[in-house]
């Protein structure tokens, strides 16, 4: 028997968002209207409940990473919500259901269009803010350190920004599948955290060199995987704190994407450097990075083996101060914003 129609809700004319009105600080971030988006095909339309605060959405407000062509340019690369209309090609989400999604921007609004394929099902028991936390922080994870990085069990993976929302997701994700998860961090609070949640060594970069650290940590033999986010002086310490065959897999450059680098390590050691950015990716590619997620990460959220690890959550229309303790680098884990 045919399932009856839905009935779209009514929708608004209008919509709260945040917009950029320059490139700057924190306080560029302003609340205005803007007309509530429609789906297109093969996209579904959220009502928005929380949205995840990420590097890239920092870098986007200072004028340094601009949306991909065609993309809005409300910042936000991840949201949940409840579904309230659907686009045309659309099979998999029904009116109602409640998504979490990666986005090419818009998070940062009432309402937010997403593909369908790049959308997964709020897993049971988490809550709105935990779910717009972890779909940026889990593609990035898994598309870097276990596609691109290979990281293997038994293998040591060493996590720059341990604390941050990219860095508590690799530690559970490397701990689920079996590695050795080394981290640095810049506080001693940050490190005991960063243990606290299964890390195996914590190294408070402040104080203390990392790659001797790393080196008597794995017994002489260094990390085999590396995951990057500050670039700068960090690209030739990598290369000495790496193991031979170690793949280096940089996706942020906080400290600068020029250095100056010596590259014989990278052939005595036969090292991979590789490195990549999510929001330009073609759909085709995402929505593949989709499936894994769901088939490889998705089971152990909804069996509670792993959790986003939450900050602090502030109201939508107080984006400039979740940026501004994103800026100072006080937070352990996600921030987010929330609409209800």
């Known amino acids: ?7 779209e809700p009514a929708l608004p004319a209008t919509m709260t968002a945040i917009a950029i009105t320059a490139p700057g600080g924190p306080e ?3 609340p205005e209207q803007r007309p509530v988006p429609r789906p297109g095909p093969g996209e579904v339309l959220v009502k928005v409940e929380a949205a995840g605060v990420n590097r890239p959405d920092v870098m986007q407000r200072k004028g340094l990473y601009p949306p991909p062509p065609g993309a809005s ?3 936000g690369l991840e949201m949940a919500g409840t579904v309230v209309a659907l686009g045309a090609d659309t099979s998999r989400f029904k009116l109602g259901d409640r998504i979490c999604a990666l986005v090419s921007g818009g998070g940062y609004a009432q309402y937010c269009p997403a593909p369908e394929a790049t959308a997964l099902p709020v897993p049971e028991g988490l809550s709105a803010a935990e779910a717009a936390a972890l779909p940026e922080t889990v593609f990035t994870v ?6 691109r990085g290979t990281l293997k069990a038994g293998e040591w993976l060493l996590v720059h920004g341990g604390a941050s929302g990219i860095g508590t997701t690799a530690i559970q994700l490397a701990k689920a599948f079996g590695a050795r998860v080394i981290v640095t961090v810049g506080s001693d609070e940050k ?6 949640l299964g890390a ?3 190294i408070n970069y402040a104080t203390t060199d990392f790659v001797p650290e790393v080196k008597s940590a794995t017994g002489g033999k260094g990390a085999n995987v590396i995951l990057d986010i500050i670039g700068g002086p960090y690209i030739q310490k990598n290369y000495e704190a790496a193991a031979v065959d170690g793949r280096i897999v940089q996706i942020a450059f906080q400290k600068g994407s020029k250095a100056e680098v010596d590259f014989m390590r990278l052939m005595l050691k036969r090292l991979t450097h590789t490195g990549s950015t999510l929001r330009a990716r073609p759909l085709a590619e995402k929505a593949a990075l989709a499936a894994a997620v769901t088939a490889q990460v998705w089971p152990l959220v909804t069996a509670g083996k792993m959790r986003p690890v939450m900050d602090q959550a502030f109201p939508l229309a107080e984006a400039a101060a979740a940026h501004a303790r994103m800026d100072a680098s006080a937070h352990v884990g996600k921030i987010v914003l929330t609409l209800r």
Do not use: G, H, Y
């Not at 490190?191 to 606290?196: F, S």
């Open 200 to 202: 195996d060594v914590a």
């Open 28 to 30: 560029v971030l302003q």
């Open 73 to 75: 340019d409300i910042p």
């Open 142 to 147: 898994w598309s870097n350190v276990f596609e």
């Open 1 to 7: 028997m045919k399932e009856p129609a839905q009935t």
């Open 191 to 196: 490190c005991a955290a960063c243990l606290a």
